[in-house]
T-cell receptor
Framework: SQTIHQWPATLVQPVGSPLSLECTVE??????LYWYRQAAGRGLQLLFY??????ISSEVPQNLSASRPQDRQFILSSKKLLLSDSGFYLC?????????????FGPGTRLTVL | GQNIDQPTEMTATEGAIVQINCTYQ??????LFWYQQHAGEAPTFLSY????GLEEKGRFSSFLSRSKGYSYLLLKELQMKDSASYLC?????????FGDGTTLTVKP
C-alpha cells in the first residue's frame, strides 16, 4: 500500500524564524508530489508540485520554497516565516496519468506563526 | 484560470438525502473531483468524473455536466459521521483547483 508521512504534525513558530516541513512517500516510485496550504475555513491552495527529483514548479510566488532531494521525499521550507504563513500544510501524491492524476493526501502539518 | 462555487454550509437530517452543488468556470478541463474532509483532518478522495453522467459508489453518487459547468455530490441515507466539509476540485492540464468547501452538518 502507498503511505504518505508528514512531520511534524503541529508546529508553533515565531515570526521571522525558518521552517522545514518534510513529506515522505512509501510504496511507489517516481510519484507526482504536491504541497498545498489550507487557511481556516478555506479550500486548498497549491503551492508547489514536482514530477521528479530536483524538478519543482511553483504556483504562488511567496517566501516559501520546495525541494525534492530524493524520489520519495518532498520538503517545504522558508527562511523567514510571516504571520500569513499560518495554516494547514498538506502533502499529496498523484496517482494516475499526467494531467488527470487523483491526489491522495498525507495527514498534514498544522502551522501557527505567532 | 478556474473559478469554483459551492454553498458554504448545509444542514440535513440523519437518514435523509442531501445534494451538494458545485459550479465551475474553467479554461481547460481534465476532470472533477470530490473530497471529504473531517474537521482537523486531511481530505480523502470520494469520486472523479470526467464524462457527463452519474457515478455511483455506495451511498455517495457524483454527477457531471460539462456543458453546464456543473456537478453535484449526492449523499443518501445520511449518517452522523457524514458531518464534514465536502470539497469540489477541478483539474485542468496543469493542476487541480479546489473550491472553499461545503460544511455539512447532519442532525439526529
Amino acid at each position: 500500500s502507498q503511505t504518505i508521512h508528514q512531520w511534524p504534525a503541529t508546529l508553533v513558530q515565531p515570526v521571522g524564524s525558518p521552517l522545514s516541513l518534510e513529506c515522505t512517500v512509501e510504496g511507489t516510485s517516481n510519484p507526482n508530489l504536491y504541497w498545498y496550504r489550507q487557511a481556516a475555513g478555506r479550500g486548498l491552495q497549491l503551492l508547489f508540485y514536482s514530477v521528479g527529483i530536483g524538478q519543482i514548479s511553483s504556483e504562488v510566488p511567496q517566501n516559501l520554497s520546495a525541494s525534492r532531494p530524493q524520489d520519495r521525499q518532498f520538503i517545504l521550507s522558508s527562511k523567514k516565516l510571516l504571520l500569513s504563513d499560518s495554516g494547514f500544510y498538506l502533502c499529496a501524491r498523484g496517482e494516475g496519468g499526467q494531467g488527470t492524476d487523483t491526489q491522495y493526501f498525507g495527514p498534514g502539518t498544522r502551522l501557527t506563526v505567532l | 484560470g478556474q473559478n469554483i462555487d459551492q454553498p458554504t454550509e448545509m444542514t440535513a437530517t440523519e437518514g435523509a438525502i442531501v445534494q451538494i452543488n458545485c459550479t465551475y468556470q474553467t479554461s481547460g478541463f481534465n476532470g472533477l473531483f470530490w473530497y471529504q474532509q473531517h474537521a482537523g483532518e486531511a481530505p480523502t478522495f470520494l469520486s472523479y468524473n470526467v464524462l457527463d453522467g452519474l457515478e455511483e459508489k455506495g451511498r455517495f453518487s457524483s454527477f457531471l455536466s460539462r456543458s453546464k459547468g456543473y456537478s453535484y455530490l449526492l449523499l443518501k441515507e445520511l449518517q452522523m459521521k457524514d458531518s464534514a466539509s465536502y470539497l469540489c476540485a477541478v483539474r485542468d492540464p496543469g493542476k487541480s483547483t479546489f473550491g472553499d468547501g461545503t460544511t455539512l452538518t447532519v442532525k439526529p
